[in-house]
């Protein structure tokens, strides 16, 4: 059945009137337009158009609606278009159902956001041309295991969760890979969330002697943790992980906290010129918009190589606004993007570049 509907696809796609192609590579967006994923659908629209622009490059821009209306049109638009590959991808529902005709065209598809592991394992058996230019569901954990293992081997240290779903496997994640290589928690407990002081956990802690937490909660929680660990005195380092960046105009954060995260691009090395280049259009170079330029990029390179654009994918490495990119053979990032940053003058910003191993 789903041959058919296949079949069906690719033999309605003559129907629809192919737009004028310029002088290079035709790129596919896909990328919300209407509802509250709208801005971040424009972030990823500027990122592709500035980047496709500086090539001779053509975009041809498709809206996804990331919900369950995502179905055969999105992959049926990115054929007739005849682009060289689709990036953007910001939700599920549109990408899944876009594979199956995307592998059958060989077009290549980026996702800037999708983190599922049972899809990408899915377009591994398959053979779905499906990259992935976010992390992978396993890096966050991955990236706290290798910064507690470099910095906290001689330290007594706890883990903690505020009880959630994420924060909980993402804890036990690190406490699982933690034990495999003989490093123990003197401590690990969950905590109530959303409290207005947290002195009693910080005397728990106090007591139990550890001078380190991990903690698994939200920006929040672990802003009051180390005002109330400041408060009673108590030398609390705290490390926790992407949910640190959200916004939180209450509680301010304490300088020294840290956060295994995705650093701002636009102020490292490799993003400042572009993000500049950016501003000078008008364009503020936040959120997806490296990212997007960052894939059409690494396509386009890609492409330059000639051969087949897959296996190039697979195989290269290329430059762009976030840094070196390059793919494993699982087709996930090769080198882990989440960085060690730490709270300094009102601000994550990357950790001190030796400590990072750079």
Same mark, same amino acid.
């Given at each position: 059945?789903?041959?058919?509907?296949?079949?069906?696809?690719?033999?309605?796609?003559?129907?629809?009137?192919?737009?004028?192609?310029?002088?290079?590579?035709?790129?596919?967006?896909?990328?919300?337009?209407?509802?509250?994923?709208?801005?971040?659908?424009?972030?990823?629209?500027?990122?592709?158009?500035?980047?496709?622009?500086?090539?001779?490059?053509?975009?041809?821009?498709?809206?996804?609606?990331?919900?369950?209306?995502?179905?055969?049109?999105?992959?049926?638009?990115?054929?007739?278009?005849?682009?060289?590959?689709?990036?953007?991808?910001?939700?599920?529902?549109?990408?899944?159902?876009?594979?199956?005709?995307?592998?059958?065209?060989?077009?290549?598809?980026?996702?800037?956001?999708?983190?599922?592991?049972?899809?990408?394992?899915?377009?591994?058996?398959?053979?779905?041309?499906?990259?992935?230019?976010?992390?992978?569901?396993?890096?966050?954990?991955?990236?706290? *295991?290798? +910064? $507690?293992? %470099? #910095?906290? =081997?001689? &330290?007594?240290?706890? !883990?903690?969760?505020? @009880?959630?779903?994420?924060?909980?496997?993402?804890?036990?994640?690190?406490?699982?890979?933690?034990?495999?290589?003989?490093?123990?928690?003197?401590?690990?407990?969950?905590?109530?969330?959303?409290?207005?002081?947290?002195?009693?956990?910080?005397?728990?802690?106090?007591?139990?002697?550890?001078?380190?937490?991990?903690?698994?909660?939200?920006?929040?929680? *672990?802003? +009051? $943790?180390? %005002? #109330?660990? =400041?408060? &009673?005195?108590?030398? !609390?380092?705290?490390? @926790?992980?992407?949910?640190?960046?959200?916004?939180?105009?209450?509680?301010?954060?304490?300088?020294?906290?840290?956060?295994?995260?995705?650093?701002?691009?636009?102020?490292?090395?490799?993003?400042?010129?572009?993000?500049?280049?950016?501003?000078?259009?008008?364009?503020?170079?936040?959120?997806?918009?490296?990212?997007?330029?960052?894939?059409?990029?690494? *396509?386009?390179?890609?492409?330059?190589?000639?051969?087949?654009?897959?296996?190039? !994918?697979?195989?290269?490495?290329?430059?762009?606004?976030?840094?070196?990119?390059?793919?494993?053979?699982?087709?996930?990032?090769?080198?882990?993007?989440?960085?060690?940053?730490?709270?300094?003058?009102?601000?994550?910003?990357?950790?001190?570049?030796?400590?990072?191993?750079?």
């Amino acid at each position: 059945m789903k041959s058919a509907v296949l079949a069906s696809l690719f033999a309605t796609i003559g129907a629809v009137a192919s737009p004028a192609l310029a002088a290079g590579l035709t790129f596919a967006v896909v990328a919300p337009t209407e509802g509250p994923l709208a801005i971040l659908g424009q972030q990823v629209r500027d990122g592709a158009r500035f980047a496709a622009a500086a090539n001779g490059d053509t975009v041809v821009e498709i809206a996804e609606a990331c919900d369950e209306t995502d179905g055969a049109g999105i992959a049926g638009q990115i054929i007739a278009a005849d682009a060289r590959a689709a990036i953007g991808f910001l939700c599920t529902e549109g990408l899944a159902a876009a594979l199956p005709a995307l592998g059958e065209a060989k077009i290549p598809a980026i996702t800037l956001s999708v983190r599922s592991g049972i899809l990408m394992e899915d377009a591994l058996k398959k053979k779905w041309p499906l990259f992935r230019l976010a992390p992978g569901p396993k890096a966050e954990a991955e990236k706290a *295991v290798e +910064v $507690i293992t %470099r #910095d906290w =081997k001689s &330290e007594p240290f706890a !883990l903690i969760d505020d @009880g959630t779903i994420h924060a909980r496997e993402l804890v036990e994640a690190v406490r699982l890979q933690l034990e495999e290589i003989g490093m123990k928690a003197t401590f690990v407990d969950t905590f109530r969330p959303a409290q207005e002081q947290q002195l009693t956990l910080v005397r728990r802690l106090a007591k139990t002697g550890v001078t380190h937490v991990f903690v698994g909660g939200d920006r929040t929680d *672990v802003a +009051v $943790i180390a %005002r #109330d660990a =400041k408060a &009673e005195k108590v030398s !609390l380092a705290l490390l @926790g992980g992407e949910a640190l960046l959200g916004a939180d105009p209450l509680v301010p954060m304490t300088d020294g906290v840290q956060a295994i995260a995705l650093p701002d691009y636009q102020t490292l090395p490799d993003g400042t010129s572009v993000a500049a280049a950016m501003q000078a259009e008008g364009i503020v170079a936040e959120g997806y918009v490296l990212p997007a330029h960052a894939a059409i990029s690494v *396509v386009a390179a890609a492409a330059a190589e000639g051969g087949d654009l897959i296996e190039k !994918l697979t195989t290269g490495t290329f430059a762009t606004a976030l840094g070196p990119v390059a793919f494993g053979s699982d087709h996930e990032l090769r080198d882990n993007p989440y960085r060690l940053l730490v709270w300094r003058d009102g601000a994550f910003t990357p950790a001190d570049a030796e400590k990072e191993g750079e």
